[in-house]
């Protein structure tokens, strides 16, 4: 069974960067999708940002110009740089990954989650 595990959460100020990553345990296992949700208390989780084996991306619209989705192939590793943070952007984010495709989801992964709070 792959895992998914995610790092590099935590406390900022609104303005501020923080990078989270998330690694799949087994190497040789390839995902044709990585990226991040995240769901904030009382509200759905959402897509916030994705990319494929050819790196094409999606992002929800709130967050593009802030944030920036990567991922290394050989590591099977998905990072998150999030930068000008904003209050808004506190949530639990979770790594995801799976065989669909950018617009669809299929045999989906989930890290445990990692807690991202913007406040002053």
């Known amino acids: 069974q792959v895992q998914l595990v995610e790092s590099g959460g935590g406390l900022v100020q609104p303005g501020g960067s923080l990078r989270l990553s998330c690694a799949a345990s087994?190497?040789?296992?390839?995902?044709?999708?990585m990226g991040w949700y995240r769901q904030a208390p009382g509200k759905q989780r959402e897509l916030v940002a994705r990319?494929?084996?050819?790196?094409?991306?999606r992002y929800l619209d709130s967050v593009k110009g802030r944030f920036t989705v990567s991922r290394d192939n050989a590591k099977n590793t998905v990072y998150l740089q999030m930068n000008s943070l904003k209050p808004e952007d506190t949530a639990v984010y979770y790594c995801?990954?799976?065989?669909?495709?950018?617009?669809?989801?299929?045999?989906?992964?989930w890290g445990q989650g990692t807690q991202v709070t913007v406040s002053s």
């Open positions: 995801n990954a799976g065989s669909g495709g950018l617009y669809y989801n299929h045999n989906d992964y």
């Open positions: 087994a190497s040789d296992f390839s995902f044709s999708y």
């Open positions: 990319i494929t084996t050819r790196s094409s991306t």
